[in-house]
Every structure is written in structure tokens, then in C-alpha cells.
């Protein structure tokens, strides 16, 4: 049927028809009767749209880990170098070993995420892109990119290379080179140290040339005006002679912390752990400085806040050092109030006790950064310190290794315009605190020691029998009149074969034997008087400081050491240490004079040396011996001038072309002025000798005749012999003939 009729009704009455006409297509939907190129037109695109659907949900459902065949993936997994395989869509498709173990994972675990899941740091720059995302818009190599990643706390560094692949996809790896960023940065820091430390090097040298010319001016300067004979009395020369011996000290303070700074780093830094009486360390400390601080107006304070070890192991002299470098540094840098030394001991673990030593001052402060650096060698806190206060920038980071090598510690808390606390904390042996002394009992010794010393401050001994025994007669006659009139009853005796003679005829409190003599030496001297059974104390004179030489005088049965030229404080330190105390402060000033014997082979040696009243020339704390007399028992006292006879006469030495010198002993004082005339007068004699010794190659001799010359010059204040002789000891047998005359010559 090609036709077909559909009535139309309207109001239920035939309203018209409408007629629809048939046609065959003769094909699929009329397909047929397209033209070819219209149906490949539209074919075409309906079948690649279909395909991209069909792909992308294939695709979206694939499982990714599937996407790397297994042996493709172990051998990925052999890399030392992470790796990772990612899609175009920002998805890992495969990550080796290497890589999950550089971000503590595992490689299950990583695929499938995005990489922006991974938890990369980036840098301060966040406009970075990432490698792949590069590589992704230039569609080219990105190479050598540094990525950061925190694995538990520490900050990992990876250099990154990332490379487009077939399939719209990426492959990067991994570097881990944490290692190098590290030793970059801590090379960086070690080239700015020792950038910081060549300059302040160069700051502490020329700091330090100021420090010592400072001295030596004074040094010179004063000895010129003494030279020259421009004092108007013995008060100002001896004022003069204060500076210079000051000056003098202040130079040696400078070299030995040199010396220590070089052994320090040089590793040759030692300490003598031996038994200490710290108490008494800190006092003597306290009272040698105490005078410094009276300058200032300010005091030195003690206070011992616990029971302390009567004795305990450390070494003394080191922590002598340590305490008088902290105390100066306080007075040095403040300008009101006080300065505490603070004495404690920590017990709260019995097998842990700490001796503390706080120095607390109300100077300047300091802040937090100047703090950690001020034990650093050649720092100060900071440069307006050094010009303002001066100093080496050494002495704290002295203290604080000299610390660490006795076993303790230094620590420092300040604050700006408050003050600061150095504390010095030393572990004290657990049997060392099974004897205490209280803080009642060291004041009541305070107390007691000071009746040893009159209102003026007149050093004495007890009169108790004393034996010196050296070669030198001008040491001899030294020690004997610096004791003597101190209280002691001294004789003496001119090698160790005669003080053995004497010490076992006559009892004696105290012996002072020099280790270096003819006939018998100090040494073997002692040893026998040991292997005798005498037990009397013995102090040993050599002009060798070498610890050594010490620990060759305590094995020999030396108790003490003391060292050429005799430093009279010191001398009278140690001899009141074996001697004891004087019971009654008035005995020194109501007995008579004690008796000085001298036993020598020559008779004129033998004489009893005659000693003015104690009360008139007893020396005075801390002024060496003599200073304090300052009137001469013969001659014109009213004037108190130096008398230009017996400068040129008695007091100094006299060569064609060259320039006088001048003995450092107060030459108004006829017991000093004997010593130094009795020097004067062997002088020629022995320099003939030496002469002759040198010209006939006679070494022993020579050598002999300069530590002679060595020791008495430096005895009797005459120390511009001491250097030359010293060469001239130490040259022998060793020197050219031409070099030793050029010493003698020098002499």
C-alpha cells in the first residue's frame, strides 16, 4: 500500500482527512541514496569519538601497577639512584626501591598518588616549578633541579633530572646529595671561622704589640729616670722601682699566656694533680689583689659557704691562675661595689661532690652573644673592650682549658650593666670530704695568720734555726739576711758535704738547699740526708723552672721548690709554711736580733752579718723585702738622697764604652749594699776566669763560672747578667769559640 487515508474529527462530527503517501528507500536507512564522501564525513568522527570514550574509561580503571613489566622493574630496582616512572596525568606509575627507601616508604605505597602528595619543601622561591611540570610545558629535559624532602626531622636534598617519554609520560630520578648541601654548608661555616679567626688574630697582634710596649715603656722610661739619677729621695726612687717591678710582672702575665695558648694547642698542655690546700689558695689569691682593687675603690670579698676538703687533688698553680685571672678580669671591668669570691661545695651526690668557685662582680655585663664567645682565643667581648680596658683576649680561653685539663669546667652567666658570674666547678674525690674544714675554722686561721703581720704589715717568722747551703755567696748572704730579718736563725754552709756535716751535729726547722753545687750537689745531698732518716723539711733553689726539674727535686726528698733568682715574697711564703706561725705578734719586736752564721772555707766568709732592728727594716706585704727601709744607717737620712759616690762606686759596674747599671737591692740599706759590693768585688776575677776557659776549651769551667754569675747577678738585682750568662751556661761545648767570646763580651 503506497497511500493511507487518517480522518480528522472536530466537535464529533469528520472534520477532513489527511492522506500520507508511501516511498521505499531502497536501503539501511537510506544510506544508500548518501553521497560517499558525506557518509565518511560523518562515519569517521562518531568512530573516534567512541574509541576516546571507550580508551579513557579503559584507562581510568587500569590498574597502575601493572603498567611496568616485573623484569623490567627489578631491574630498575638495582639503581643507586632513585626513579620513577609518571603519567601525564601527574600520577606515579612505578617508583624503585632506591626511591622508597630515600622517602621512607615502600614502593607500593607510592604508586598510584600524585607526586604533589608526596610532600616536597619548597624553597623560599615558590614560584618554582616542579621538574616534571617543566618538563611537561617545554616538553624538553629539565636536568640537575634541586627538590627538598623532611624524612623524621632532617632535611633531605635531591638533585633531580627529569626526561619526557613515549606515551605523554615522564621519567625522573634522584640524587640523593643531602651529604654534600651538608658539607657545603659546614664548609661555608669553617671558611667564615677561620676568616673570623685571621682577623682576630691580626686584631690580638696588633693589640698585643701595644699590650707589651705599654710595659717596657714603663719599664725603660722609669729606669732611665733612675739611671740618670733624677729621683729627689729614696720614697720616689722606690716609687719608680714599684712601677718598674709591676710593669715587670704585667709583661710576664703577657708571655706566659702566650706560652700556655701555644702548649694548649700544640696539645702539650699538662697539669700537676697533686694534694692543694684550696681554701688557702683562694685566700692568698684574694689578698694579693686586694691591693688592685683598693686602687679602684672597690673590695675583694671571701666567702666560704660550706665546709670545704682540707686537702684535695688538683694542681695548684693552674688553679692559682685560673682564679687570679677571673678576680683581675672582675676588678678590671667594674668600677663600683665589689667583687665576690664565692666558695661552695655541691653534695647532693655523694659520689659526685663539686667544688665551685663563683667570681661575682657588678662590672659591666655582658650580653648573650658576647657570652659565647668570650672563651674563644683572642676575643674579646667586643673591640671597644679592648681599647677601653686592654688585655690579650687569651686569658679566658686559658682558663676555661686549664679547667677542662684538671677535670672541671668554667661557665659564665651575665647581664648588661648588672654584673657577671664566673663559676669554676672541679670534681672533689669522695674520700677527700671525710676531712672538712668549716668556714668558722678558715676565718679563725684568717684571724690567727693575721697576727703574724703587725698594723703595718710587717712580715715574721718565728725565731727558729734555718740552714741555706748554696755555692753562691751572694745567694747565701741574700736568703740569710731576707730570713734573718724576718725572725729566723740562720747559717749557712757552701755545698751539700758540709750541710750533711752540719745537719747532723745541729737540729734544724728548715733547710733551703740549692740542687746545682761543687763538692756535692743539692741532689745527692738530699738523698743521703733521706736514706739517714732526717725528716726536716727541704725546700730546693735551682735556676731550672722545667717541671721536670721539679719532679727530679721531689724525687730526690726535696718537700718544695723554689726557683733562681729568689723571689723574696715567695721565699718568705714557703718558709713561713714550714716554719709556722709567731705565737705572740710582739716576740719579733721585744727579742734581739737572731744570730746569721755563715760556714765557708774562706774565713773572711765566716762572719756573723749584723742586723739592724725588725721593727726598722722588716719587709712589708707585698712590697718586695728592703723597699719598706728606706733609710739608709749611714749617712745623711734627712735628705734622702742617692749619693752620687756610691752610685758610681758600689751600686753599679763600670766597663770602657759601656753604660752603667744598677742594682735593683736598696743600695741605702748597708746589708743590701755589702751583698752587692762583696758581688762587685768577685766579678773580675770571675770573668778572667771565663775567659780563660773559653780559650783553653775549658767547658766545665766555663760552665760553672756562668751559673755562678747566672744566679748571684740575678740575687743581687743585677738581672742584665742572668739571659747572657744563662747562653753562655747552656753554649758550652756546644758554641763556636767566636760565639762564646761574643757572650763574654755582651757580660
Known amino acids: 500500500m503506497n497511500q493511507m487515508q487518517v480522518p480528522i474529527f472536530r466537535y464529533g462530527k469528520q472534520w477532513g482527512e489527511l492522506q500520507v503517501a508511501f516511498e521505499p528507500t531502497g536501503g539501511l536507512l537510506g544510506l544508500d541514496h548518501w553521497a560517499p564522501a558525506w557518509l565518511l564525513i560523518v562515519l569517521i568522527p562518531a568512530c573516534l569519538l567512541q574509541f576516546s570514550f571507550f580508551l579513557r574509561k579503559t584507562l581510568e580503571n587500569l590498574d597502575p601497577s601493572g603498567a611496568v613489566p616485573t623484569h623490567v622493574e627489578k631491574a630498575l630496582d638495582t639503581f643507586t639512584v632513585g626513579l620513577f616512572l609518571l603519567n601525564s596525568r601527574d600520577r606515579i606509575l612505578f617508583a624503585n626501591q632506591r626511591l622508597a627507601t630515600l622517602l621512607g616508604c615502600t614502593s607500593e605505597e607510592l604508586v598510584g598518588k600524585r607526586t604533589s602528595e608526596i610532600g616536597w619543601i619548597h624553597p623560599a622561591d615558590s614560584s618554582?616549578?616542579?621538574?616534571?611540570?617543566?618538563?611537561?610545558?617545554?616538553?624538553?629535559?629539565?636536568?640537575?633541579?634541586?627538590?627538598?624532602?623532611?624524612?623524621?626531622?632532617?632535611?633531605?636534598?635531591?638533585?633531580?633530572?627529569?626526561?619526557?617519554?613515549?606515551?605523554?609520560?615522564?621519567?625522573?630520578?634522584?640524587?640523593?646529595?643531602?651529604?654534600?648541601e651538608e658539607n657545603k654548608v659546614e664548609l661555608a661555616h669553617a671558611r667564615d671561622e677561620a676568616q673570623n679567626a685571621n682577623e682576630a688574630k691580626s686584631a690580638f697582634l696588633a693589640n698585643m704589640s701595644h699590650e707589651i710596649r705599654t710595659p717596657l715603656n714603663a719599664v725603660l722610661g722609669f729606669t732611665d729616670v733612675l739611671r740618670r739619677g733624677l729621683v729627689t729621695n729614696s720614697n720616689e726612687a722606690i716609687g719608680h722601682l714599684n712601677m718598674i717591678h709591676n710593669s715587670g710582672e704585667h709583661l710576664l702575665e703577657l708571655i706566659n699566656d702566650i706560652l700556655d695558648l701555644s702548649k694548649i694547642e700544640a696539645g702539650r698542655l699538662q697539669v700537676e694533680m697533686i694534694d692543694t690546700n684550696v681554701h688557702e689558695t683562694i685566700t692568698t689569691v684574694a689578698s694579693v689583689l686586694q691591693e688592685r682593687a683598693l686602687e679602684k675603690e672597690l673590695e675583694v670579698i671571701v666567702e666560704f659557704n660550706s665546709p670545704l676538703p682540707r686537702i684535695m687533688q688538683t694542681d695548684p698553680t693552674r688553679l692559682r691562675q685560673v682564679i687570679t685571672n677571673l678576680v683581675g678580669n672582675a676588678i678590671k671591668f667594674?668600677?663600683?661595689?665589689?667583687?665576690?669570691?664565692?666558695?661552695?661545695?655541691?653534695?647532693?651526690?655523694?659520689?659526685?661532690?663539686?667544688?665551685?668557685?663563683?667570681?661575682?662582680?657588678?662590672?659591666?655585663?655582658?650580653?648573650?652573644?658576647?657570652?659565647?664567645?668570650?672563651?674563644?682565643?683572642?676575643?674579646?667581648?667586643?673591640?671597644?673592650t679592648t681599647r677601653k680596658y686592654g688585655g690579650t683576649g687569651l686569658g679566658l680561653s686559658i682558663s676555661r682549658r686549664l679547667t677542662e685539663a684538671m677535670g672541671g669546667d668554667l661557665t659564665v652567666a651575665s647581664e648588661v650593666n648588672v654584673g657577671s658570674t664566673f663559676t669554676i666547678k672541679l670534681p672533689v674525690d669522695p674520700q677527700a670530704m671525710e676531712d672538712v674544714i668549716t668556714p668558722e675554722e678558715i676565718q679563725s686561721q684568717a684571724n690567727h695568720r693575721s697576727a703574724d703581720v703587725s698594723a703595718n704589715g710587717l712580715i715574721r717568722l718565728p725565731a727558729l734555726p734555718v740552714l741555706v747551703v748554696d755555692d753562691g755567696e751572694a745567694n747565701r748572704r741574700l736568703i740569710e739576711l731576707v730570713l734573718g730579718r724576718a725572725g729566723a736563725i740562720v747559717t749557712t754552709a757552701e755545698n751539700g758535704l758540709e750541710a750533711i756535716r752540719m745537719i747532723s751535729e745541729s737540729d734544724y726547722s728548715l733547710v733551703l738547699m740549692d740542687m746545682q753545687m761543687p763538692v756535692l750537689d743539692g741532689y745527692t745531698a738530699t738523698q743521703r740526708l733521706r736514706e739517714c732518716g732526717v725528716t726536716t723539711p727541704v725546700i730546693a733553689l735551682t735556676g731550672n723552672a722545667m717541671k721536670?726539674?721539679?719532679?727530679?727535686?721531689?724525687?730526690?726528698?726535696?718537700?718544695?721548690?723554689?726557683?733562681?733568682?729568689?723571689?723574696?715574697?715567695?721565699?718568705?711564703?714557703?718558709?713561713?709554711?714550714?716554719?709556722?706561725?709567731?705565737?705572740?705578734?710582739?716576740?719579733?719586736?721585744?727579742?734581739?736580733?737572731?744570730?746569721?752564721?755563715?760556714?765557708?772555707?774562706?774565713?773572711?766568709?765566716?762572719?756573723?752579718?749584723?742586723?739592724?732592728?725588725?721593727?726598722?727594716?722588716?719587709?712589708?706585704?707585698?712590697?718586695?723585702?728592703?723597699?719598706?727601709?728606706?733609710?739608709?744607717?749611714?749617712?745623711?737620712?734627712?735628705?734622702?738622697?742617692?749619693?752620687?759616690?756610691?752610685?758610681?762606686?758600689?751600686?753599679s759596674l763600670r766597663y770602657d764604652g759601656a753604660s752603667p747599671i744598677h742594682p735593683t737591692l736598696p743600695m741605702n740599706d748597708p746589708d743590701y749594699r755589702a751583698i752587692t759590693t762583696d758581688f762587685v768585688s768577685r766579678l773580675d776575677n770571675r770573668l778572667q776566669a771565663m775567659e780563660n776557659a773559653i780559650?783553653?776549651?775549658?767547658?766545665?769551667?766555663?760552665?760553672?763560672?756562668?751559673?755562678?754569675?747566672?744566679?748571684?747577678?740575678?740575687?743581687?738585682?743585677?738581672?742584665?747578667?742572668?739571659?747572657?750568662?744563662?747562653?753562655?751556661?747552656?753554649?758550652?761545648?756546644?758554641?763556636?769559640r767566636s760565639q762564646l767570646e761574643r757572650l763574654l763580651d755582651d757580660i
Request: aromatic content about 6%; charged content about 25%.
Open 128 to 180: 618554582q616549578i616542579l621538574p616534571w611540570n617543566d618538563a611537561k610545558e617545554s616538553n624538553d629535559s629539565v636536568n640537575d633541579r634541586i627538590l627538598h624532602f623532611e624524612l623524621d626531622g632532617r632535611m633531605l636534598t635531591f638533585s633531580v633530572n627529569c626526561t619526557p617519554i613515549t606515551g605523554q609520560g615522564f621519567l625522573a630520578t634522584f640524587d640523593d646529595i643531602t651529604l654534600i
Open 334 to 384: 667594674t668600677d663600683e661595689g665589689a667583687v665576690k669570691i664565692v666558695v661552695d661545695v655541691n653534695t647532693e651526690n655523694d659520689s659526685a661532690a663539686m667544688l665551685q668557685i663563683a667570681v661575682v662582680d657588678s662590672g659591666i655585663g655582658m650580653t648573650p652573644d658576647q657570652q659565647s664567645k668570650i672563651f674563644q682565643s683572642f676575643v674579646q667581648a667586643d673591640s671597644s
Open 548 to 651: 721536670g726539674d721539679r719532679e727530679r727535686c721531689i724525687d730526690a726528698g726535696c718537700d718544695d721548690f723554689l726557683t733562681k733568682p729568689v723571689n723574696i715574697d715567695e721565699l718568705l711564703s714557703h718558709a713561713q709554711a714550714y716554719l709556722g706561725e709567731v705565737e705572740d705578734a710582739d716576740e719579733c719586736d721585744d727579742s734581739e736580733e737572731g744570730s746569721v752564721t755563715s760556714v765557708s772555707d774562706d774565713a773572711e766568709d765566716a762572719s756573723t752579718v749584723a742586723k739592724p732592728p725588725i721593727a726598722d727594716t722588716m719587709p712589708v706585704a707585698p712590697q718586695p723585702l728592703g723597699l719598706a727601709s728606706t733609710e739608709s744607717s749611714s749617712g745623711d737620712s734627712s735628705s734622702g738622697k742617692f749619693s752620687e759616690e756610691s752610685s758610681s762606686e758600689e751600686s
Open 695 to 736: 780559650a783553653n776549651d775549658d767547658f766545665e769551667t766555663l760552665r760553672a763560672e756562668a751559673h755562678w754569675l747566672k744566679g748571684s747577678g740575678g740575687t743581687v738585682g743585677l738581672g742584665v747578667f742572668t739571659e747572657s750568662a744563662a747562653m753562655l751556661e747552656q753554649g758550652a761545648g756546644q758554641f763556636e
